[in-house]
């Protein structure tokens, strides 16, 4: 079955960085597109950005753009979200998801507060 499972959150303080991962199963990763989603308590969950099926970033968000750099490894079958810059308005669970899709994963919590 489809298994989407994320890692690499954690608190950092504004201005730090952190990458984000998630490993892909029970599908061909290769030929799906990928995203990142956020959901910041009390708030809904938003695209952050995707990636193509070839590692082309098709979509990112204003409000993270220059910052956040989504990738993807299909050796490895693995979607990447590195973030740089974090401002505590960066604060959310973040979810990978298959574009297209209801698969989520369990989902990554980023805190950042000094």
């Known amino acids: 079955q489809v298994q989407l499972v994320e890692s690499g959150g954690g608190l950092v303080q504004p201005g730090g960085s952190l990458t984000l991962s998630c490993v892909a199963s029970?599908?061909?990763?290769?030929?799906?597109?990928m995203n990142w989603y956020r959901q910041a308590l009390g708030q809904e969950r938003e695209l952050v950005a995707r990636?193509?099926?070839?590692?082309?970033?098709?979509f990112v968000d204003n409000s993270v753009k220059g910052r956040f750099t989504i990738s993807r490894d299909n050796a490895k079958n693995t979607v990447y979200l590195q973030m740089d810059t974090l401002k505590p308005d960066d604060t959310a669970v973040y979810y990978c998801?298959?574009?297209?899709?209801?698969?989520w994963g369990q989902g990554t919590q980023v805190t950042v507060s000094s």
């Open positions: 029970g599908f061909d990763f290769s030929t799906y597109a």
């Open positions: 990636v193509n099926s070839v590692g082309y970033a098709t």
């Open positions: 998801n298959r574009f297209g899709s209801n698969y």
